[in-house]
């Protein structure tokens, strides 16, 4: 519980003229589970697509893993095989089964064996309760099986750290807490995160800190129970009255 | 309009009102049909303008008397909804009734009950009114097999038979061959396909006299000339797509480029330059045959065509899904072969099937650079001095082969279409 796992220095990002990450410092250390909150337009999401590179920073730092990001990292493709991703409309892919969904990146990015990648991915379905619908297509499963299927396939890359970007915010309110009990097992077992969401109380459930974003910066980051209890910034304080 | 509340049924004398109406309605299309059929017109005794316009008005009135929403009848209903909701379309429906009864029995006698097929000679055809199928009987060959030697025609039915034999290894290829299906359909078998008619139907070797291209022709060269354009052209056009939205600028301004300027000139300029030009730039003693020439120019121009429509396939996927490929760390082949690209495909279908069926109706201007396909073959024989004046018959037999053709080529677009359709 020492090293950084992820460490972003100064980072700034600019859409066009329009700044959407100022200075941002944060630093994670393994097995550190990180809460992201603030209003939409505040630079959450992008915030953490820099993480895997799916956005650029145009200037700082940002080290995953004993790598730097930039334009000149040849092996991105490796970083991000470490760093999984859980989106907020799923992005599954419609045209294979949730089985191959889950195999094809081990198959073809790890070379897994077939038969060992579909060992690992019915394993990883059978954690999130869904190793019953293996052989359907995501578009007949309901939006919540859909979005633990999706967080089984980036399970099955074996990464160290995942990343979560409102993996909650499109489904039906029923069917937020079976998604939101996978990933407090995922915590439970130990995994590095990264949670973007508006689900205070699986903030105060898993999160170790909670950072608070807001026009582009982080306005306040602090331990679970402080920010809750005791916020210190007004901005905070006016949030967290409207979200609770 | 008069008595037109007359005319209007109502719910509770629609019984008597559907019946007057479908005999008034009987009765127009019957009169018509003796009109056209045995030439016999009761209707003499009318001045001539009302004799012409009896039936449609009978039909007319015939129809405003069933038309009544909500009948109970099924069958009513259904012709109120679509074809009688109001006069002017009762008076279009009656008018197609009417011209399809008059144009059948004219088309009948000419294209079967007057038509000759017998004999060899145009001799046959001199004393009827109908139809000379003898004239496609007698020059069938040639709107086969073009002016190769009637002797080796073998060859060429040989070569098809063996192609379409190689075309269903796919169907039994299981377990790991499965795997590279891809592989033979794009790489494999257009290779064989070259192989085998380079030696069978081109020949000059294993005892095969040489039949040089100039001879090739009628429907077997459409298919050739169709076939290497429509494998080629697929992963061209597909390569092209991506190109042009490639974020390297070279790859990207190039493919832009090439696809701007396919597409921007005539099909028959391309085909023109190829046979002319194009051997200028050559050195003298390299020789590239015509007929590989013409093939290489259609490629070349429907990869365009072909790029474009899988461009429009690969914009209308979700940015989700490239998100989705490069988080979990696929690199940008591996993520266009295995996720963008069955997806984008299976959109572009009925683009592509579009696309195709244009290439093969624009192989008949091959005639532009001497090469006879089908109806190249019948553009030669319609001039033929022993067999002036059969061109209608010509056209016919070639509509009705392009039209076969194309089809089919629909058909299996649209059972392909239904085959990879998965819900989004």
Not at chain 1, 181 to 186: E, F, I, K, R, S
Not at chain 2, 380 to 398: H, Q
Request: aromatic letters at 12%; a neutral charge; hydrophobic letters at 50%.
């Amino acid at each position: 519980m020492s090293e950084s796992i992820i460490q972003m220095k100064e980072v700034n990002k600019w859409f066009g003229d329009f700044q959407v990450l100022k200075d941002i410092n944060l630093e994670v250390k393994e097995k550190q589970k990180i809460v992201v909150c603030g209003p939409s337009g505040s630079g959450k999401s992008t915030l953490i697509r820099c993480i895997n590179r799916l956005e650029e920073h145009q200037k700082g730092q940002i080290i995953v893993d004993g790598n730097e990001l930039s334009e000149k990292t040849k092996d991105i493709e490796k970083i991000r095989a470490e760093v999984g991703m859980v989106f907020q409309q799923f992005n599954l892919f419609p045209h294979l089964s949730i089985l191959d969904n889950c195999t094809l990146a081990p198959i073809w990015v790890k070379k897994t064996p077939k038969k060992k990648a579909e060992e690992f991915a019915m394993k990883q379905l059978e954690q999130v309760q869904i190793a019953d619908q293996a052989s359907k297509f995501p578009g007949q499963l309901s939006g919540g099986q859909q979005q633990r299927a999706a967080l089984a396939r980036a399970l099955c890359m074996e990464p160290k750290i995942m990343l979560f970007d409102e993996p909650t915010s499109a489904l039906d309110p029923e069917m937020i807490k079976e998604v939101l009990d996978a990933m407090v097992n995922l915590a439970k077992a130990g995994m590095t995160m990264i949670v973007v969401t508006h689900e205070m109380g699986f903030a105060k459930e898993v999160a170790d800190e909670v950072v608070f974003m807001d026009e582009g910066m982080i306005v306040e980051r602090a331990k679970t129970n402080d920010f809750f209890a005791n916020p210190k910034n007004e901005r905070t304080k006016l949030f967290l009255s409207q979200i609770l | 309009m008069i008595n037109i509340n007359i005319l209007k049924p109502t719910s509770s004398n629609f019984q008597t009102y559907l019946y007057i109406g479908s005999a008034l309605i009987f009765l127009g299309i019957f009169d018509v049909f003796l009109r056209s059929f045995f030439n016999i017109n009761y209707l003499t005794f009318l001045p001539d303008s009302l004799n012409l316009f009896f039936p449609l008005i009978i039909g007319l009135i015939g129809l405003q008397m069933i038309r009544l929403e909500y009948s109970g009848n099924r069958l009513v209903d259904k012709i109120n909804q679509n074809i009688n909701n109001n006069s002017f379309n009762a008076g279009l429906t009656l008018i197609i009734i009417f011209l399809t009864l008059l144009i059948i029995p004219p088309a009948l006698d000419w294209m079967i009950l007057e038509a000759t097929i017998s004999g060899d000679t145009k001799e046959a055809c001199v004393a009827t009114e109908g139809a000379c199928w003898t004239y496609i009987k007698v020059w069938f060959r040639r709107f086969m097999y073009g002016m190769y030697p009637n002797d080796f025609h073998w060859r060429i039915n040989t070569a098809f038979i063996v192609l379409i034999a190689f075309a269903f290894v796919g169907y039994f290829m299981r377990g790991k061959l499965k795997n590279y299906i891809t592989f033979y359909y794009a790489i494999l078998y257009p290779i064989i396909a070259f192989i085998i008619i380079n030696f069978l139907i081109s020949g000059g070797s294993f005892g095969l006299e040489w039949v040089e291209t100039n001879a090739w022709g009628g429907l077997s060269l459409t298919f050739i000339v169709s076939f290497f354009g429509l494998i080629f052209c697929f992963p061209l056009g597909m390569i092209l797509a991506l190109g042009r939205r490639s974020e390297l600028p070279i790859i990207k301004y190039i493919s832009i480029g090439y696809i701007e300027f396919w597409r921007g000139v005539p099909l028959i300029t391309v085909l023109f330059m190829s046979s002319v030009m194009f051997p200028m730039f050559l050195p003298s003693d390299a020789f590239v045959d015509k007929l590989i020439r013409v093939i290489a120019a259609i490629i070349l121009f429907e990869a365009a065509y072909v790029a474009e429509v899988i461009r429009g396939g690969l914009q209308a996927l979700p940015r989700g899904q490239y998100d989705a490929a490069k988080s979990l760390g696929m690199g940008y082949w591996k993520m266009q072969i295995f996720v963008i690209l069955p997806q984008a495909l299976k959109l572009v279908i009925p683009g592509i099937a579009n696309t195709f069926l244009a290439l093969v109706k624009d192989t008949p201007l091959i005639f532009v650079v001497g090469l006879s396909e089908v109806v190249g073959m019948l553009q030669m024989a319609k001039t033929n001095p022993k067999w002036l004046g059969y061109a209608m018959e010509g056209y016919i037999f070639a509509s009705i082969l392009f039209w076969a053709i194309c089809y089919a080529m629909s058909k299996y677009s649209q059972y392909l279409e239904l085959k990879y359709k998965t819900e989004r």
